[in-house]
């Protein structure tokens, strides 16, 4: 439960009391500031004990009391689903005119069976009473069985009341069996279902609560970065990207990159990048070496702020305070950098904790855990005020460096700049983003001055 509560997390769905009764359970998530919304217990509990469930569901603070699943032999049928229609309703009502709480099913794939014009899942719907029997959609037991969660939330509206959020591992291919390995769940954004989609329609819908579920055997990891990939969702759907707002403009702030030109920019090769949809893409490539864009103004002391996309295998960066100004390494431009890299598919055979994801690349690790999902928006920032140096990722301050003290200097001459005079000390520089033939993506480039 402290592990919980340290995740932020304040709503809650149990499927079992975990060896305790509902009065010791609720004592603990009451101490930490969290509400169980909806008691989750088997359909024959829901049948045959459904005072004892109706009493617990209240113990708790419940609203709602759900079951995920319908006993069936083989294949689930038209019998199945009336039985179920009729113990539902039945049971709904109890539950609804006796203890206050709203019963709701959560689908599992089985019920998606062809039926009529429809499925089975259909009979269900359309045969319960919405005043008694609500629905919990399961996104991943939806897709899974080759349905559309958008358009069940879109036909069946305000009967979904609650939602499961997971993820299906990419390639992998579903059926009606209800069941596939726990293995499966990903991390949100990185896997084959359409995550923005589903809640822009739940929201629309009137789903009142959330539940992030993930049974893999890596939830420590995978939990956090599914709720980093939520909140990132939620940031950039509140501000249209390449554009400032009214408060940014005030505050200094410049637009470095406009989502449709590289105006201010200039390429230090041939071709490298493209503009779709207001995104700057790098161009992949295996013929070796690099196609960097580089501004043509040069800054000092500044905040740069910039969204990015990391795709399976990438290995790319930034940099700042950029220079050609290097005795011997006047051909080259080069500066601090902030590694963008798939920390997971990429790996440098040397130094590889001083190259991954938001260090400042071969000298500072980065100090974040976090693993960012594939194929989904995560913002970098950067802070230059004199020698103190910030990087921060999604939020977090990651490496913090003065780049006047010894230490800085040690961290020089024992990396791959150490047989270049000052570096890392200049003033002033210009911004560059790397393309070294592996996909990236950069958007809502803004930098201003301190």
């Known amino acids: 439960m402290d592990k919980i509560k340290a995740l932020g997390i304040i709503d809650m769905e149990f499927s079992n009391l975990f060896g305790k009764t509902a009065s010791e359970l609720r004592t603990l998530i009451d101490e930490r500031g969290?509400?169980?919304?909806?008691?989750?217990?088997?359909?024959?509990?829901?049948?045959?004990?459904?005072t004892e469930v109706a009493q617990k569901a209240k113990t708790l603070g419940a609203d709602y009391v759900r079951v995920a699943s319908i006993p069936y032999k083989d294949v689930f049928t038209v019998e199945d689903a009336q039985r179920?229609?009729?113990?539902?309703?039945?049971?709904?009502?109890?539950?609804?005119?006796?203890?206050?709480?709203?019963?709701?099913?959560?689908?599992?794939g089985f019920e998606f069976q062809p039926y009529q014009d429809g499925t089975l899942y259909d009979f269900i719907v359309k045969n319960t009473n919405p005043k008694y029997v609500s629905f919990e959609l399961d996104i991943l037991w939806a897709f899974f069985p080759g349905q559309d969660p958008v358009q069940l939330l879109n036909k069946y509206g305000k009967r979904y009341k609650l939602m499961h959020l997971k993820d299906l591992r990419k390639g992998v291919q579903g059926n009606m069996s209800g069941g596939t390995s726990p293995e499966n769940d990903v991390v949100f954004?990185?896997?084959?279902?359409?995550?923005p989609s589903i809640l822009k329609a739940a929201k629309k819908a009137g789903v009142k609560h959330y539940y992030i579920e993930d049974e893999s055997?890596?939830?420590?990891?995978?939990?956090?970065?599914?709720?980093?990939?939520?909140?990132?969702?939620?940031?950039?759907?509140?501000?249209?990207?390449?554009?400032?707002t009214k408060n940014e403009k005030q505050s200094g702030w410049k637009l470095l990159f406009d989502g449709k030109t590289l105006n201010g920019w200039k390429k230090l090769s041939d071709s490298g990048w493209d503009i779709e949809d207001g995104e700057l893409k790098a161009q992949v490539f295996t013929t070796g070496g690099t196609k960097d864009i580089i501004t043509n103004d040069q800054f000092e002391n500044f905040e740069l702020s910039l969204e990015f996309k990391i795709f399976k295998a990438t290995n790319s960066g930034f940099k700042y305070l950029v220079t050609n100004n290097y005795p011997g390494y006047e051909n080259s431009y080069l500066g601090l950098e902030y590694q963008i890299l798939d920390n997971v598919n990429f790996k440098y055979p040397e130094r590889g904790v001083?190259?991954?994801?938001?260090?400042?690349?071969?000298?500072?690790?980065?100090?974040?855990?976090?693993?960012?999902?594939?194929?989904n928006w995560n913002v970098a920032k950067i802070i230059v005020q004199g020698n103190h140096?910030?990087?921060?990722?999604n939020g977090e301050k990651v490496v913090e460096?003065?780049?006047?003290?010894?230490?800085?200097?040690?961290?020089?001459?024992?990396?791959?700049?150490?047989?270049?005079?000052?570096?890392?000390?200049?003033?002033?520089?210009?911004?560059?983003?790397?393309?070294?033939?592996?996909?990236?993506?950069?958007?809502s480039i803004k930098i201003r001055p301190l």
């Open 84 to 108: 179920t229609v009729d113990d539902f309703n039945r049971v709904g009502k109890i539950l609804k005119e006796e203890y206050g709480l709203t019963f709701a099913y959560h689908n599992h």
């Open 354 to 375: 001083y190259r991954s994801l938001a260090s400042l690349y071969d000298l500072i690790p980065s100090s974040s855990k976090d693993i960012v999902g594939f194929d």
């Open 189 to 195: 954004g990185t896997g084959q279902i359409d995550i």
């Open 401 to 443: 460096y003065d780049r006047s003290t010894n230490h800085f200097d040690s961290l020089v001459a024992g990396s791959k700049y150490k047989n270049m005079k000052n570096f890392g000390k200049g003033t002033k520089g210009h911004i560059l983003l790397q393309n070294e033939g592996t996909p990236v993506t950069f958007r």
């Open 34 to 50: 969290i509400k169980c919304s909806s008691f989750g217990v088997s359909y024959s509990d829901l049948v045959d004990k459904t």
């Open 389 to 393: 140096i910030e990087h921060w990722l």
């Open 217 to 244: 055997s890596n939830v420590d990891v995978q939990v956090p970065a599914s709720m980093l990939y939520l909140q990132n969702l939620k940031k950039s759907g509140t501000q249209k990207p390449n554009v400032l």
